[in-house]
């Protein structure tokens, strides 16, 4: 180890260390070899970084924090873990002096034009042509996985065999009532501009504040009209009240 560390350094090489959380590779080696690495090369004054590569190293690199953390339990300083996190890794790429531009781009706006209905229908009418198709290709193979499984259920004799093959199946006929169901989706989408207008729960006023109020006036002016001559009305017929029988 120490002759490494020593080759290392006489040649101003950088590491990057994959994978921190892995067994040893040597049988021999201590079990957490892994985790002191990156201890080790800091006292060494060697510049390293941390790294996931390798499989599902998308998903992994989520991990990368998670290695710096078990590295710094194992007696690497804190502020080093964190630049092997970042500034370390851009002083191996040769990206850590490049400045960030200082242009700035004026974008000129402009203004969302509406849709017209036609290109609206058009628009569902080919998302339906596209989820058809899809739908189609979808059943296709799997029908032809089906008829695969089920030859080598049949060869093998296998009970996952025709476990795997019932599933299919179920998938398969998912798949046809989904396409089904696309048909009625595409029809009720044609049907609603019908019936759109019929189900209007909120009005919005548009205009200022002074219209608004001028409008709230008018209102006011015509249902005190109205309650006037409900009053004159009901003043204005002979109503004999009821008599009633009262016991003294």
Known sequence: ??????EIKENNISVILNRVH???KNEDSKIDEPFKQAKILSD?????SFSYAGDMEAMGSRNLPFTAGTAVSYGLNYEQAIKALTLNTAKILGIDKKEPSKEIVKQEFKPAVPRREDDKKEDVDNDYKYSRENYYN???RGQ???DGILDIAREGQHPRAYEVAGQLIGQVAGTVDKLQDLQKKLKDLKELPKTANANIKNALFVGSTAELQKMLNK???ETNSERKKENENFEGK???????????
């Open 144 to 146: 032809e996985a089906i």
């Open 1 to 6: 180890m120490l002759k490494v560390i020593r």
């Open 22 to 24: 892995r067994l040893p």
């Open 138 to 140: 979808l059943i296709e």
């Open 44 to 48: 060494n004054n060697i510049l390293f």
């Open 238 to 248: 002979n109503i004999t009240p009821e008599k009633t029988n009262t016991k003294d």
């Open 219 to 221: 209102k006011t002016v």
